[in-house]
């Protein structure tokens, strides 16, 4: 597995600059949920950190790495291919940078839609790359208190959010957030 700064190095030259950024704050904002939470702090960094490697990559490319690797994409995924950005991340993880873990690659498979049942690593990438610091939209205050409350309601409320914005821009919703979300409701403790 690389080091942290065999991976940063990556992030450095493949990403923008305001992207590396970003993925900085994600890891750090993950690290200090997975000490609220009881989470693994190493694979909360390390899942934090790569989430967005792919992120700035041309929508082919993505495309590419996802069908080379042996993955069928959705409908939604084939007209939005920026949406499995979190898949072809998980891919160069993998295979690139020597991760093996598959509960931080599904962290950062899942980073942008959910899933159902999602583990607490899961959660923490997932609500880390919303609430980080350098994310300015409406309604971010709102959830970043809830995240310091309570992990399960932040990722409902962001689980709305998300399903709000993408419908009052007429775009397709992830079947996996959806489900993402009813799962969460299901099974409310």
């Not at 450095?12 to 000490?35: C, G």
Request: contains cysteine; charged residues 30%.
């Amino acid at each position: 597995m690389w080091t942290e700064n065999e991976i940063m190095e990556y992030l450095k030259k493949n990403l923008k600059q305001s992207r590396f950024e970003h993925s900085l704050s994600v890891r750090d904002t993950a690290v200090r949920l997975a000490e609220k939470y009881n989470c693994d702090v190493k694979r909360a960094s390390t899942a934090g950190l790569v989430h967005d490697c792919a992120k700035n990559m041309e929508a082919k490319e993505i495309v590419d790495i996802c069908t080379e690797a042996g993955y069928v994409l959705n409908e939604v995924e084939l007209e939005n291919p920026g949406i499995a950005h979190g898949l072809a991340g998980s891919i160069i993880a993998k295979n690139k940078m020597g991760i093996n873990d598959e509960e931080i690659l599904n962290a950062v498979r899942f980073h942008t839609t959910g899933k159902k049942n999602m583990t607490l690593l899961e959660k923490i990438i997932y609500i880390a790359d919303y609430v980080e610091p350098l994310r300015d939209f409406p309604g971010v205050n709102e959830l970043r208190e809830a995240v310091n409350n309570n992990l399960d309601e932040a990722m409902l409320i962001s689980f709305d959010q998300t399903i709000k914005y993408v419908i009052e821009r007429g775009m397709l919703i992830h079947l996996d957030t959806v489900e993402a979300r009813n799962y969460m409701i299901c099974h409310k403790e």
